[in-house]
């Protein structure tokens, strides 16, 4: 297929899944923001129902990672061979380090995603608390509570974070503007809200650990 074989091409895949990626993000964000509310067993109970569902959704998102990564790193290379230096799509947004270290910035996503999965969902890392709460559902709430209540984990947690606010403020203007949906009127205007969009995102996750890690959420 011709899309699969042409860097436009590569870069409209690129596009697509990094706005199923953001999707996800928002909707994680939505329900781990639950903690503030004591209502995250009943939120992972709900889930826990929903096992078809949620595995289906587990990997579409797990595709999408593998597509962005695998074309991520074949247009980046495709674009230093052709004219090192540069980060290309169509009309050229203004150079700074979010899109200088886009590749950089992915793969360490990545890796956080691999230790993130390892430790809350298939429970591998020694921090892991598994248990139930007062009415036998799975305790989540514990589970996170004390991870993050370890200033390690914590860190590393605020810098996977801070990564995510790199990768998605050039990420975000890029896509819009690899699917034509930018302009040279726009471009400024849809970067400033590709900043605002990422730092919000970064800000609410890095709120949680830091809550847990101050004391705050108990």
Same mark, same amino acid.
């Given at each position: 297929m011709r899309i699969l074989t042409s860097t436009v091409g590569r870069k409209i895949l690129m596009s697509?899944?990094?706005?199923?990626?953001? &999707?996800?993000? +928002?909707? !994680? @964000?939505?329900? %781990?923001?639950?903690?503030?509310?004591g209502a995250l067993n009943a939120y992972a109970? !709900?889930? !826990? $129902? #929903?096992?078809? +569902?949620?595995?289906?959704?587990? &990997?579409? @998102?797990? $595709?999408?990672i593998a597509v962005h990564i695998c074309y991520g790193v074949q247009v980046t290379l495709e674009n230093k061979a052709a004219n090192p230096g540069a980060y290309a799509v169509k009309k050229q947004l203004k150079a700074n380090f979010a899109s200088e270290n @886009? =590749?950089?910035?992915?793969? &360490?996503?990545? +890796? *956080? =995603? #691999?230790? !993130? +999965?390892?430790? *809350?969902? @298939?429970?591998?890392?020694p921090d892991v608390v598994v248990?139930?709460?007062?009415?036998?559902?799975p305790d989540v709430f514990k589970m996170v509570s004390? $991870?993050?209540?370890?200033?390690?984990?914590a860190v590393v947690y605020f810098f996977a974070m801070i990564m995510l606010f790199l990768h998605l403020s050039h990420g975000i203007p890029s896509f819009l503007q690899t699917m034509g949906w930018n %302009?040279?009127?726009?471009?400024?205007? *849809?970067?400033?809200g590709g900043k605002v969009v990422s730092a919000f995102l970064m800000l609410v996750y890095i709120s949680i650990p830091a809550a847990i890690l101050v004391g705050a959420l108990k």
């Open positions: 697509i899944t990094g706005q199923l990626l953001i &999707l996800f993000v +928002l909707i !994680h @964000m939505i329900g %781990n923001t639950t903690i503030f509310f109970e !709900h889930l !826990h $129902s #929903l096992p078809p +569902l949620v595995w289906i959704f587990r &990997l579409v @998102m797990l $595709s999408a @886009m =590749i950089w910035t992915g793969l &360490l996503l990545a +890796l *956080f =995603i #691999l230790y !993130h +999965l390892a430790q *809350f969902t @298939m429970h591998l890392t248990g139930l709460d007062a009415i036998n559902r004390t $991870s993050f209540a370890n200033a390690g984990i %302009n040279d009127k726009t471009i400024p205007v *849809f970067g400033t």
